[in-house]
């Protein structure tokens, strides 16, 4: 059968690499590797959390539902054409590919993204992702000429994921999956709330004021040639909690849970310190990016330490000028006039009332939100921005174009994350094909679509290990294209 993707892979003169796609696990079948992995109690617990999470708001009452602010969970939410058992026979997967126009798709779990959050239960958290993990290997193994698997790490607890880690890098896997925020407790109430599932929560982006240090989270993955991979987002935080409305939690989603990751990393100064850890921030696009390396060039601009040393130092108002701006104010209204000297000596700040000159610069004499990270210039900003992070976009998001268009001179890295299997594609064989509108629509020029579908690809995956695609059918390309980039970067 020739399907409009078949037909557009036909027409380029590059490989198309999903960066992005998914597959379907059954749960008996994790349960099994879970039990092998971590033993029947472990098992056990596993199927006790993982297989209620959707059942809870369904047999809760509407009344609870709203009171207990249960957030509506997808539903239909999976195909059911021959894309739903493609998705989840391993096999068929492999042998949908052509009629999908993909060369070689790195597949991601569906199941396995409920094992990146906090669970509060590390044996259970490490059993069940180390179970999962060899899972993926075993099952996918007869296909990675064109399917690379990848397994799961949570980053919930440091020393949990270098375990973690270590494990999946042993049994071979070459790509994991982590979540890029974590929703926390707060450490403060268990002083006086012992049950955890009370106490306030707070959402820790991992590279700024986090209770954690993921310093050798980040140099394990160097280590290990592995790109963290971040697909999380922010559903179930507060404001994505409707128990009615499935959309209204899922809109923009991920963009929200990346926004917090990326501004963390930077601003935490994890790019700077690690300036060959590539990180996937998958499934929300490159708007919400172009946004946030807009803001972080004019926060900076306006917030870093020798602008504010000159410009916003208390003690540079001239109060004398203010004393008489005032009197001259109270021949007009008198309230001015009675209370001139209080407001001179000691409520300049509105803000702040009740501290002087003095005090106000003293307060503040060693605040700089960019101390962690050494910015000379903008330049080094943008770079810091631009180097280490690659977007997933769907075929379907005009907002791709944004990434390429040079009159916005962001220069991104968008990846094309097709996201079959999930509620997004209607229709596999329609995927490349959609994508290729936006180069048809003179968004994106054939060289950009190279980008999106290949060149990037191969930067994500295979700038941080050589051997990614080796035993794939694109290994020799890569390879070639590994080394025209290099000339490219040196030239």
């Known amino acids: ?12 003169d590059h490989p198309v690499i999903d960066s992005d796609c998914h597959w379907a696990e059954f ?22 959390v993982f297989g209620r999470i959707m059942a809870t708001w369904y047999e809760a009452s509407p009344e609870d539902r709203i009171s207990q602010r249960l957030r509506r969970p997808p539903y239909w939410a999976m195909p059911t054409s021959r894309d739903r058992i493609a998705t989840l026979v391993p096999r068929v997967f492999r042998e949908s590919m052509d009629d999908w126009g993909i060369d070689v798709a790195v597949a991601f779990p569906s199941v396995g993204l409920m094992l ?20 993926v290997k075993e099952l996918f193994s007869p296909y990675t000429d064109r ?11 440091p020393q949990d994921a270098l375990e973690q880690l270590e494990h999946a890098h042993a049994i071979g896997l070459r790509q994991v999956v982590t979540g890029g925020s974590i929703v926390r407790t707060v450490e403060a109430d268990a002083a006086w709330q012992p049950d955890r599932a009370k106490r306030r929560t707070y ?15 980040w140099r394990k993955f160097t280590e290990l040639g592995i790109a963290v991979a971040s697909h999380s987002g922010a559903q179930g935080w507060p404001d994505r909690r409707s128990p009615s409305n499935f959309v209204a939690n899922h809109l923009g989603h ?10 963390s990393l930077v601003l935490g100064g994890v790019t700077q310190r690690h300036p060959n850890l590539n990180f996937a921030l998958l499934e929300g696009g490159v708007g919400w990016a172009c946004n946030l390396l807009s803001d972080l060039k004019e926060h900076w601009e306006k917030r870093n330490r020798a602008i504010l040393d000159s410009r916003y130092d208390p003690r540079h108002l001239d109060r004398g000028e203010l004393g008489r701006q005032l009197i001259r104010q109270a021949d007009e209204v008198a309230r001015f006039g009675e209370h001139i000297d209080d407001i001179i000596e000691n409520q300049i700040d509105q803000m702040i009332p009740g501290y002087s000159q003095e005090q106000l610069a003293q307060l503040d ?7 962690l990270v050494d910015i000379p210039g903008k330049a080094t900003l943008v770079e810091l921005f631009r180097r280490n992070f690659f977007f997933g976009c769907e075929a379907d998001d ?13 220069h991104l890295k968008p990846v094309l994350g097709s996201d079959i299997a999930h509620f997004d594609v209607l229709d596999a064989t329609e995927v490349i094909g959609e994508a290729y509108e936006l180069v048809e629509r003179e968004l994106l020029t054939e060289e950009n679509f190279r980008d999106l579908t290949f060149g990037n690809p191969v930067r994500l995956f295979a700038g941080m290990n050589p051997d990614f695609f080796k035993g794939t059918i694109l290994e020799e390309a890569v390879t070639a294209e590994l080394g025209a980039q290099k000339a490219a970067e040196e030239g």
């Open 1 to 12: 059968m020739s399907t409009r993707s078949y037909e557009t892979r036909q027409k380029l």
């Open 203 to 217: 959402i820790d982006g991992l590279g700024l004021d986090s209770p954690y240090d993921y310093e050798p989270v």
């Open 254 to 263: 991920f963009a929200q849970g990346h926004h917090l990751f990326a501004r």
């Open 147 to 157: 399917v690379i698997p990848v397994g799961v790490v949570s980053l919930a607890r």
């Open 365 to 371: 004499l060693t605040s700089d939100d960019f101390s």
């Open 116 to 135: 990146l959050q906090d669970l509060g239960d590390p044996e259970l958290s490490t059993g069940a992702i180390k179970g999962y993990n060899l899972m």
């Open 27 to 48: 749960h008996p079948i994790l349960q099994d590797f879970i039990r092998e992995a971590a033993g029947p109690a472990v098992m056990e617990r596993s199927n006790a």
């Open 398 to 410: 005009p907002m791709t174009a944004l990434a390429f268009d040079p009159r916005m001179n962001m």
